[in-house]
């Protein structure tokens, strides 16, 4: 089999810009950036390494500046989300960071949660202006925004945030049997084509390009279709040289040394039997190659300006530590071609300890080769966090246990935090690493990282060997080197000292009201573009802006007609496709040309807090003082003329509760959480102890099928593979319908007033964005158990009167459809649908005439309502309380009065001090069961010193 693969690490080489004073311009724009550009990092200690549904996930949270690993003194607010499987956020929290840079708190995992693989994430606002790129999205889905700039910003993708993946198994079935871990993932209506068995390698010239006539070093990484590292070897041949065998030696990689010509190089490797072949791209003939050794840089240049100047710079987390000019070149001349060759000592001893990038580039400011490297100068290797406990000790049931914990070299009370656990529900995991292998080189890199404590527990030759292979193997870089030699960039976002309220107020759009007899002619994918023209009239400039008419906008105050006495026929009605009812509107929107007041209203336990202000381009930003717990913020926009009969304080304004009215204009509050996360890597959903036959049944037939999983007896149970049937009771998401609006509204997605014609779509991207398809996906809309509502036709145009009979079709009256739409009589949104934004689901079937996604809207109980406003209406949410960790106190109980005690963490301090010395004991009751025990701990010193149990 012969499968051509082209895979090279590519640098991108931004447009050139001046330096007008040459490398001495490009190395004052690094040192400047070193402070004006440092980057914030976060790691999370949590209490336990595995959850149940219906458990506690306690965590410590620790934010560092990246360049000296000390805490912050930057951001004081962090946001930490829980995501479930399929990549939707499950909750998010805004904590406090305090004035040493930590902070804490929890999740509980609530009993409708499905078990799988969940992720933990945490940024602070700062991080958002680092690592960003757009996932791929057309023109014409820019059209279902309000502007491009809100689909831009919605499309955001962010590299290098905190991450980490873990299971959360299904609730025992008997309380306590934590012996047998299972997990219930939720149906699907399709099951996904399984992937063919496949090797994939990657090759990465060091520096970045392989170039002729000189000797290239290349590393390489094999794995296969599910993202396993292979282990192979293989043969390297071109045309005219003799083949060298190559091989990976550790977790898949491997490297080789060559001088190519202008011939291709080509790699074969047998895999499982089967024949590979990979064409290595074809050697540049200018550029520059690069080799590293221990201390040594050897430097290449091939067929360069000689009118320019060239350096060499190396940063280490962001900040610059060496920079030189590039000079004493031996140049070499052939028939072709001119080559220079020079080495560079690099002083390790001036480096930090962590990943270092090293970059040779021009005057111009073009990147030449990159590359990264470790160094290693060993200061946190004696911060260990100790602890006195016999791993083969067996603790009796409601035993009180002491344990002395030790922080070693601390002279001083030191805060750090400690995990005490149930060793009974351990399992193997590849994530062995701690706070010191997170922050010097995990974070550093983009995915997961295999077995990070394996680069830390020798410094031998085999173990530098394997870490430098994995640093000549990464792509990507947490600090663009082009961003940071650019001095006219600028931050979008600073770091947060408080909470605010921020946004911008835009033009209303005249929406087409819903007549309630066109929503029986939804659910084929049809409704109302609009009242047909009696007469010709002027064309209407869908891009202008008209807030300085006095009849431009629907101002909150005027009379809206009775629908029955304007709307009198459907023959007045345009129909068509139900997603074009907005066409009129046009696309693009700008912003205000004229500034209008903005009041917010935010109230907190009865007390009112208010503010107005005048719009600044368009833009606001009220502080908010720090409270706990969520509030209700009403906001709304209006013309500076018309603040006494509209501000909020005169209460003279009738329309505020009428959901039908149209603003006067649409608030829009500035929303910067990331919408897309990663999908996981083979590493992070999978163990080490299970068999490969094993792990990729679990992963085909059980995720598509709601069966058991037994993870120590695997039992999957497979069907006829074929659509079935959604299961009504297992939504894959669920949330407040008006909370839901309100996310909808703040992306851009609806304009500031309820669509019922669009909103089913709208809920749908705001979720999925463009599901990764290039065509448009399929949505149905469903209440009280019918569908109502479709935006594509469930028949094809030829279709027979017998086929169209048989879809089926809600059977309501328009007007009571109308009525429980509104947002006034809606509870709950729940959405069913196979797609997964985390996989984006690049193997699943589709189909034109089914839905990929259904909304359905679920109403209040017995025909109950709640307040619904014209203007914006939103639940605020304040800073998250952390809670003290329970601890039972058995000591004044007789062995009949104990409960039954379940924990398996057994001992929780996110705050744990020590005395000057560096000690402290741990006192504790052990569970209702015979238990041994295990620690771990994390800690950030005021000087960066990372505490780190082993």
């Known amino acids: 089999m012969t499968k051509l693969l082209l895979s090279i690490l590519l640098f991108s080489l931004t447009a050139v810009r001046s330096y007008a004073g040459g490398i001495d311009d490009i190395r004052q724009a690094l040192e400047h950036s070193s402070v004006s550009q440092i980057q914030e990092k976060v790691f999370v200690h949590t209490d336990n390494q595995c959850y149940f549904v219906g458990d506690t996930l306690w965590y410590k949270a620790y934010v560092v500046r990246a360049d000296n690993l000390q805490p912050t003194d930057m951001s004081r607010i962090l946001y930490v989300e829980l995501l479930s499987p399929d990549g939707l956020v499950v909750e998010r929290q805004n904590i406090i960071i305090n004035s040493q840079g930590y902070t804490c708190g929890q999740f509980t ?120 590292a292979a282990n192979i070897k293989g043969t390297l041949s071109a045309d005219g040289m003799p083949d060298m065998e190559i091989k990976t030696e550790y977790m898949g990689r491997g490297s080789f040394t060559v001088t190519p010509s202008d011939k291709r190089l080509k790699a074969r490797f047998t895999f499982h039997d089967k024949e590979y072949s990979f064409s290595l791209p074809k050697a540049e003939k200018e550029g520059v190659a690069i080799q590293l050794e221990d201390n040594q840089v050897t430097i290449h240049m091939r067929q360069l300006l000689p009118e320019c100047e060239y350096g060499l710079s190396v ?198 009201e819903v007549e309630p007899d066109e929503i029986l002619n939804w659910q084929d994918g049809v409704g109302v573009l609009g009242r047909k023209a009696a007469e010709e009239q002027d064309p209407v400039d869908p891009f202008g802006d008209n807030t300085d008419s006095e009849d431009a906008l629907l101002s909150s105050t005027d009379e809206i007609p009775d629908m029955e006495d304007t709307w009198t026929s459907a023959s007045t009605f345009e129909y068509g496709s139900i997603g074009n009812a907005n066409d009129h509107l046009g696309v693009n929107h700008g912003n205000l040309r004229h500034e209008v007041l903005i009041e917010a209203e935010l ?51 009738s329309k505020v509760l009428d959901e039908d009215a149209f603003p006067d204009f649409y608030v829009k509050r500035e929303v910067f959480f990331p919408m897309y996360t990663h999908d996981y890597t083979y590493y992070e959903k999978h163990q080490p102890d299970y ?111 017998a086929e169209k009979a048989g879809i089926f079709r809600a059977n309501r009256t ?5 009525k429980k739409l509104k947002l006034k009589r809606l509870q709950n949104i729940r959405v069913f649908s196979d797609y997964e934004p985390r996989t984006e689901d690049s193997t699943m079937v589709v189909s034109s005439l089914l839905a990929d996604a259904t909304v359905e809207m679920e109403t209040i109980p017995n025909d109950g309502v709640q307040p619904s406003f014209r203007d914006r209406h939103i639940v605020f949410r304040g800073f998250n309380m952390a809670e003290d960790f329970y601890q039972p106190d058995y000591s004044n109980r007789s062995l009949d009065e104990k409960p039954a005690d379940y924990r398996r963490t057994l001992y929780w301090n996110p705050n744990a001090v020590t005395d000057e010395q560096g000690r402290f004991t741990a006192t504790f009751y052990n569970n209702g069961k015979e238990t041994r025990i295990r620690m771990t701990a994390a800690g950030v010193t005021s000087d960066g010193r990372l505490m780190h149990s082993k």
């Not at 960003?132 to 962010?158: G, I, L, P």
């Not at 990465?204 to 279709?225: S, T």
């Not at 007896?713 to 959604?726: E, L, M, S």
Request: glycine share 6%; net charge neutral; with cysteine.
């Open 109 to 228: 995992l609530r009993d409708s949660l499905y078990s799988g693989y969940y992720e933990l994430r945490a940024y602070t606002r700062w991080m958002l202006n680092f690592n960003v790129r757009h996932h791929r999205y057309r023109r014409d889905e820019t059209w279902s925004f309000y502007n491009k700039q809100m689909a831009a910003d919605y499309f955001r993708v962010w590299d290098g945030l905190y991450s980490r993946v873990f299971p959360i198994y299904s609730k025992p079935e008997e309380a306590g049997d934590y012996d047998v871990r299972s997990m219930y993932q939720r149906p699907k209506t399709r099951i996904p084509k399984q992937k063919k068995e496949d090797l994939i390698v990657t090759f990465y010239p060091e520096g970045g390009h392989l170039i002729q006539g000189v000797e290239n070093r290349v590393a390489f990484e094999a794995v296969n279709q599910h993202g396993e």
């Open 315 to 512: 940063l280490c987390r962001g900040k610059l530590k060496y920079f030189t000019g590039i000079t004493g070149f031996t140049s070499t001349t052939s028939s072709t071609s001119l080559t220079s060759t020079t080495r560079i000592t690099l002083p390790i001893d001036s480096l930090s300890t962590g990943v270092n990038d090293l970059t040779i580039f021009d005057s111009n400011g073009q990147i030449l080769a990159d590359r990264l490297f470790f160094v290693n100068r060993h200061e946190n290797d004696g911060n260990i966090v100790t602890a006195e406990i016999d791993p083969t000790h067996t603790y009796q049931p409601y035993e009180k246990v002491d344990i002395p914990v030790q922080l070693a070299a601390t002279t001083e009370p030191t805060v750090f935090s400690l995990s005490i656990f149930d060793t009974n529900t351990d399992e193997p995991t590849y994530n062995d690493g701690n706070i010191m292998t997170d922050l010097l080189l995990s974070s550093e890199l983009k995915g997961f990282i295999a077995y990070p404590a394996h680069y830390f527990e020798s410094d031998d030759a085999l173990h530098r060997r394997h870490l430098d292979l994995l640093m000549m193997v990464q792509g990507w870089r947490k600090y663009n080197w082009a961003e940071l030699s650019d001095t006219a960039r600028q931050m979008r976002y600073q770091p947060e000292k408080g909470m605010t309220i921020e946004g911008y107020v835009y033009k209303m759009l005249s929406l087409n």
């Open 603 to 653: 109230s907190v336990g009865g007390v009112f807090v208010g503010g107005v202000q005048k719009t600044e381009g368009g833009h606001f930003l009220f502080d908010v003082p720090p409270f706990y717990g969520s509030a209700y913020l009403n906001m709304k926009a209006y013309k500076e003329n018309d603040s006494i009969k509209k501000s909020m304080m005169a209460r003279k304004d």
């Open 691 to 801: 068999t490969d036959e094993m792990l990729i049944d679990t992963v085909s037939e059980f995720s598509m099928e709601n069966d058991v999983h037994q993870l120590q007896n695997i039992n999957v149970k497979g069907r006829r593979r074929g659509r079935r049937a959604i299961d009504w009771k297992k939504p894959a998401f669920v949330m407040d319908a008006y909370e839901l609006y309100n996310e909808v509204t703040d992306r851009g997605l609806s304009f500031g007033k309820l669509d019922m014609r669009q909103f089913p779509v709208q809920v749908c991207k705001y979720l999925y964005g463009n599901m990764n398809r290039y065509v448009k996906f399929n949505v149905d809309g469903r209440i009280d158990g019918s569908t109502y509502y479709r935006n594509y036709s469930p028949v094809t145009n030829g279709a027979s009167d």
């Open 814 to 818: 328009s007007q009571s459809l109308y």
